[in-house]
């Protein structure tokens, strides 16, 4: 990875335990539209499955109730492709940046139920995702998540 800790300098590192998932079904990734609201992380820009660890939970745990919570997908639907630890991620509104652990799942089933969170979703093409259609990047290094996607998605499901 990039020197991110230079990355984005006069933005504030803070510690925020948590994850985000990255959730593919065929040839597609879920993107979430965030609920507009000031106070949330990344208000209505759409995005994808994010959330923070509560405690006493492994970051595994948090993966798999986050992705039920903000999308209706239950675990047994979901395959492990891929785990990446310390992904930096950047809040601009809020001038701040933080490190998440970064799953990938495979999906077996399209249907989503979205939470209070989000106001929307999408199964978007890579396409839609490298050029910012109905996506907005929240990461520092985001070739490093477009790599992943690419790899993720060259294997058959």
Same mark, same amino acid.
């Given at each position: 990875m990039m020197s991110e800790r230079k990355a984005y300098p006069g933005f504030k590192l803070v510690r925020m335990q948590g994850i985000t998932a990255i959730i593919l079904n065929s040839n597609k990734v879920? /993107?979430? +539209?965030?609920? $507009?609201? *000031?106070?949330? /992380? @990344? *208000? %209505? &820009? $759409? !995005?994808? /499955?994010? %959330?923070?660890? =509560?405690e006493g939970e492994s970051e595994d =745990? !948090?993966? @798999?109730? =986050? &992705?039920? =919570?903000? #999308? %209706?997908?239950?675990? #047994?639907d979901l395959e492990l492709a891929g785990r990446y630890a310390e992904v930096l991620k950047i809040d601009e509104k809020h001038e701040r940046k933080f490190y998440n652990t970064l799953y990938l799942?495979?999906?077996? !089933?399209k249907a989503v139920r979205k939470n209070i969170e989000? !106001? #929307? @979703?999408?199964w978007?093409?890579?396409?839609d995702i490298e050029n910012g259609r109905l996506y907005t990047n929240v990461f520092a290094d985001p070739k490093f998540i477009l790599? /992943?996607?690419?790899?993720?998605?060259? +294997? *058959?499901f």
């Amino acid at each position: 990875m990039m020197s991110e800790r230079k990355a984005y300098p006069g933005f504030k590192l803070v510690r925020m335990q948590g994850i985000t998932a990255i959730i593919l079904n065929s040839n597609k990734v879920l /993107v979430m +539209k965030r609920l $507009w609201l *000031p106070f949330i /992380v @990344y *208000p %209505g &820009v $759409w !995005t994808f /499955v994010a %959330g923070h660890r =509560e405690e006493g939970e492994s970051e595994d =745990e !948090t993966a @798999y109730r =986050e &992705v039920f =919570e903000e #999308a %209706g997908i239950a675990r #047994a639907d979901l395959e492990l492709a891929g785990r990446y630890a310390e992904v930096l991620k950047i809040d601009e509104k809020h001038e701040r940046k933080f490190y998440n652990t970064l799953y990938l799942f495979r999906s077996r !089933t399209k249907a989503v139920r979205k939470n209070i969170e989000n !106001t #929307a @979703y999408r199964w978007a093409s890579l396409s839609d995702i490298e050029n910012g259609r109905l996506y907005t990047n929240v990461f520092a290094d985001p070739k490093f998540i477009l790599k /992943v996607i690419r790899k993720a998605l060259i +294997k *058959p499901f």
